[in-house]
């Protein structure tokens, strides 16, 4: 089932989060004031998380949000799975939701932002097979040598 995310399950969240393997420290702090914020006042503004949960156990989360000043653009800003439960589905569920979502909202386009290191080769291949086209990469963004990769999708209804 997919649900909104509550304040309880932030703990759980960044757990899971670290658990892949994928995200920096730095983004794990970074993912805990998102959540904060989220909860405290984000909600009211058209920020969206939910949470992908199983017979009462977590299994991913997706974070996304209108883009301020644009014409219905709109942001994947966090979307991950537990490690263990990779490529059996959960993803692509959390992804569609999201996307439905949008679309309800009458979102025009939907952008993800994600690095060009190596680890992010699945992750890379996952959007593509969903439809997105990669188009646009800002060379050494994150750091030296990591890339920002930029997918985006028409949000046709």
Known sequence: MIRPTIPSDTPTLLALAQGTGVFKPMEIQALQEVLDDYHA??????????????EGKV????????????????????????????????GSALLHHVEDDVRKQNGRLFLIETSSQPHYGLT?????????????????????????????KAMHT
């Open 41 to 54: 006042h984000e909600h009211a503004v058209g920020h969206r998380s939910v949470t992908y949960e199983k």
């Open 124 to 152: 890379h291949k996952f959007y593509l097979k969903h439809g997105y086209e990669q188009t646009a990469i800002v060379k050494d963004f994150y750091a030296d040598g990591d890339d920002m990769v930029v997918f985006r």
């Open 59 to 90: 299994l991913g989360f997706a974070y996304y949000a209108p883009a301020a000043m644009t014409d219905r653009t709109w942001y994947l800003y966090w979307i991950a799975v537990a490690k263990d439960t990779h490529a059996r589905g959960i």
